[in-house]
């Protein structure tokens, strides 16, 4: 380690970076490169040593500005030193060496792009000769593990270039003098110039529209939980993107000159300096950790860089779950000025100047922006805090806030306190928020970018950034609770209905739909805390609610709502939603139609806004067929619960119809149905049934050879695969792990016996990405693979080689086993938790017939990384496992899937 003078800066918020490095190797490069012969080993060593010298310092905890500067500036001086070496004296004094891009603005992280443009008159085309030497230094380069991007223009082949392409002018106008010839480069910026290509106006139009595509690309929203540093809303590229139109429009060099400019405060300065130190601080970590151009913070990094960092677990929050809070309040600030800086640049630069357009007395529309009347406004009038948004529902003409108007928020947001969360008069403009018939999602996102919504409801402040280390919540807690509620607006809105046509017609028919957005609002907000959070959350929901003048009806309907928002969730994938006794307990604890209704959409928005991958076709039918369930048992009455022999009644009658449609006799079906039990009829669909009795109808009841049939579009929402087989035990670990080698997700097996000593079993399968199957050729091979294994199992090994996706095996989820009998059904239940990987289904299926245990079905849920899944056994007797075989099969399984992880 060099010996070093300077202080360790830790880049808090405010903090001054360090503007220089005193860096001995900078100092000494050219005499050691001289004294070693300007040798390739020379300059590899020095490259070497500067990468290994940077990584020490930063370990250290110097500046980050400081060494990204540094490396900038050790490029310099090596390159120059390479350009003098390899391009004889004249030809190097006429061309021209220029960084640019990043390297250009003189900021280099680890691993970042080198690129270089070298510059050459427009006057004559160089001789081949002089063309060699450029291509032996830029071969040298990449021979001492540098990897720089170049070309070789003119001026005005610059120009040309720039014209078809903004990145192209935005990658140039960064153009910085490294050796040779001046002149040149300003013979290029001056072909470069707005009034020759790219005018202010055009440039600032061009970079707008490429950030709402690049935001676009993550979902509009910073907080994905494994968001890129570089690209994704809120980093580094909307700061440049602020440099940028500064640059083209005011000619400034640095954000400093918009100050001087009028366009920041020195506060604001400050913040934008701090975030851009604590974002190039998480990328020089990133480049440092993987030692390559790593700008996204995956999973895999965060807990490193967390430790790398000095995180610490705390009771209720992980040390990588600050370190990324920090991070997303970190791009929510960025963000915020990024709005407020590009609505000031198009002011200046787009707007025609005309006169405001008076909205009432304390607003007005100034160039189609909503603009306050004056700073003092607010500290007069606090209720215009919740007006502006109320404003901005009612006049959907307007294109946003202006910033002066947006920076008067922020200056004044300390006046939200508990006076004004008690003021009857802002009940009300909040709640004509949630109420109003267009932009609730909008503007409740705009009150969260600007901190008015976490100022109004201090728990959701708390929740700001908070994200949860796991893979299935995609956001953070406030990106989700804003997620949902965007998806239940969706539900109201007569112009989407043709998404999801049921439960838009349940939303837009719900008396208060308010209710459902403030349940919404809630759900989530005690995350982190300890606890039961729906439960905690229910509390701070009701006392919202009454504070906010809504009956006791009302507000206890929302604390219902979120303290069960996880219920319908959770009793649908994890129980068997076919017993009519679980539908019956169901329907008591919801109580009415009302508060069906509501958690219903409730549930479908919470899982759609969770994860964009949780919600497919499967989860919809199913949360729809348990929902249907529901309903018709508090219809019937609670004091008049459906029983099995009634229910087993209407399946068989709807299933017959079908089949008489189709000119089946009655005696061709009792024939068949001859063959299942009860349960049989109760866990499948009278369309079902009647697709499983054709099939067997021309079954020789003699053959032993097995039947496998696929149904690609059931109406579960899945692709249906049918097995009619003898009777074995080992079956489910085959059928599990060829289509588990495919590629397929099973989401829902039902195994049942025959009379005959034979097996249907029925496998509800995914594609990976959550649809059912359309191609008729995997349709095929899916065929002729269950085939192999259940005809040859020679030929099929009981196993699955497909690797687990690298952000599972980043997750180390403990495994738990519990067994328990369910003695109304005559059955055990096998409730697993574990890592999910490929080949979990197929261990437990061979563990279960070593253990002699027949599988009567399985519920199958994936949970980010979590595997979630109930088994429903017997003996050979058909009968719940007794206690000592109950034990034997759990510890069987455990040491079964720890020896597999």
Request: hydrophobic share 40%; proline share 5%.
């Amino acid at each position: 380690m060099v010996s070093m003078k300077q202080a360790a800066l830790d880049d808090e918020e405010g903090a001054e970076p360090a503007a220089h490095l005193d860096w001995p190797l900078l100092d000494g490069l050219a005499a050691t490169l001289a004294d070693q012969g300007y040798t390739p080993d020379a300059f590899r060593a020095a490259v070497q040593q500067s990468q290994r010298e940077l990584h020490e310092f930063f370990t250290a905890e110097y500046s980050v500005d400081a060494l990204v500067r540094a490396r900038a500036r050790f490029l310099d001086l090596l390159l120059q030193q390479a350009w003098q070496q390899h391009l004889d004296a004249d030809l190097g004094s006429r061309l021209t060496l220029a960084a640019v891009g990043g390297y250009g603005r003189g900021e280099l992280h680890p691993a970042s792009d080198v690129d270089l443009l070298v510059l050459v008159p427009d006057s004559e085309p160089l001789p081949e000769t002089q063309r060699a030497q450029i291509e032996r230094l830029v071969a040298f380069l990449w021979d001492i593990g540098l990897e720089p991007g170049h070309s070789v223009r003119t001026p005005d082949q610059c120009a040309e270039e720039s014209v078809a392409d903004v990145t192209v002018m935005t990658t140039l106008i960064e153009a910085r003098l490294l050796a040779g010839d001046a002149q040149l480069l300003l013979q290029m910026q001056a072909a470069l110039a707005p009034e020759h290509v790219w005018s202010a106006r055009d440039f600032f139009t061009a970079k707008v529209r490429e950030q709402q595509e690049r935001h676009a690309k993550a979902n509009d929203t910073a907080y994905n939980l494994e968001p890129n540093v570089k690209t994704g809303p809120g980093g580094l590229r909307d700061l440049q993107t602020i440099a940028w139109v500064a640059k083209r429009h005011f000619g400034a060099q640095s954000l400093d000159e918009l100050v001087t400019h009028g366009y920041l405060t020195q506060g604001e300065l400050r913040k934008l300096k701090a975030a851009q130190s604590f974002l190039w601080k998480v990328r020089f970590g990133l480049h440092v950790l993987t030692g390559r151009h790593e700008d996204r913070l995956l999973f895999d990094h965060q807990i490193r860089l967390a430790q790398m960092f000095g995180y610490e677990d705390a009771s209720y929050t992980l040390a990588v779950e600050q370190l990324m809070q920090r991070y997303y309040r970190t791009v929510l600030d960025v963000s915020f000025l990024n709005e407020l800086l590009l609505q000031l640049f198009r002011d200046a630069i787009l707007s025609d100047n005309s006169p405001p357009q008076p909205l009432n007395p304390r607003f007005q529309i100034r160039n189609g922006y909503l603009d306050a009347v004056g700073p003092e406004i607010f500290a007069r009038s606090p209720s215009v805090l919740l007006e502006l948004f109320v404003l901005l529902q009612q006049n959907p003409q307007i294109s946003g806030v202006r910033a002066s108007t947006m920076r008067a928020v922020a200056r004044n947001l300390w006046l939200i306190d508990e006076e004004f969360r008690q003021n009857p008069r802002h009940h009300r403009l909040f709640l004509e928020i949630l109420r109003a018939p267009v932009g609730v999602t909008h503007e409740l996102r705009r009150m969260n970018t600007y901190g008015v919504l976490g100022r109004y409801i201090p728990a959701f402040g708390r929740i700001v950034g908070r994200m949860q280390y796991d893979l299935f919540h995609a956001y953070t807690v406030d990106a989700h609770t804003l997620f949902v509620l965007s998806n239940l607006r969706r539900l109201a809105m007569p112009k989407y209905d043709h998404e999801l046509p049921q439960l838009s017609g349940l939303m837009q028919n719900l008396p208060r739909p308010e209710i459902a957005y403030l349940a919404a609002l809630f759900h989530d907000i005690a995350k982190g805390r300890g606890g039961d959070h729906s439960d905690l959350g229910s509390v701070d929901a009701e006392a919202f609610c009454l504070e906010q003048g809504l009956s006791r009806y009302d507000a206890r309907l929302v604390a219902w709502l979120v303290r069960n928002h996880l219920q319908l969730s959770l009793t649908a994938q994890k129980k068997d939603i076919s017993d009519p006794q679980v539908v019956n307990a169901f329907a008591a604890m919801v109580g009415d139609e009302t508060h069906l209704d509501y958690l219903y959409v409730l549930t479908c928005s919470d899982v759609r806004g969770t994860n964009p991958r949780l919600w497919n076709s499967w989860k919809a039918s199913l949360f729809q067929e348990f929902y249907e369930r529901v309903r018709a048992a508090l219809r019937r009455g609670l004091e008049s619960p459906i029983d099995q022999d009634q229910l087993l009644r209407e399946q068989q009658d709807a299933a017959r119809a079908l089949l008489a449609a189709q000119s089946i006799s009655n005696e061709t079906i009792d024939s068949v149905w001859g063959r299942f039990n009860a349960a049989y009829f109760l866990r499948h669909t009278p369309e079902e049934i009647a697709w499983h009795t054709q099939l067997l109808i021309s079954r020789d009841t003699a053959s032993d050879e097995p039947l496998v049939a696929v149904d690609p579009q059931s109406e579960r929402g899945t692709t249906a695969v049918l097995i009619y087989a003898p009777h074995r035990r080992h079956s489910f670990a085959r059928a599990t792990a060829v289509l588990d080698q495919l590629g397929l997700t099973i989401v829902d097996a039902r195994i049942t016996p025959t009379e005959d000593g034979r097996s249907l079993d029925i496998y509800h399968v995914l594609e990976e990405q959550g649809s059912p199957i359309s191609d008729p050729e995997r349709i095929n091979e899916i065929n002729e693979r269950l085939l192999v294994s259940l005809q040859r199992p020679e030929e099929s090994p009981l196993a699955v080689s497909r690797r687990a996706p690298r952000q599972v095996r980043m997750f180390n989820t403990p495994t738990t086993i519990t067994v328990s009998t369910d003695e109304n059904n005559n059955r055990s239940v096998v409730e697993l938790v574990a890592g999910d990987r490929p080949g979990l289904l197929c261990d437990v299926g061979k563990v279960l017939w070593e253990e002699r245990v027949d599988l009567l079905g399985a519920r199958v849920s994936t949970v980010g990384e979590r595997a979630e899944d109930v088994f429903y056994v017997t003996d050979t007797a058909q009968q719940p496992l007794p206690g000592p075989a109950a034990e034997a099969l759990r510890q069987k399984l455990l040491a079964a899937l720890r020896r597999n992880l």
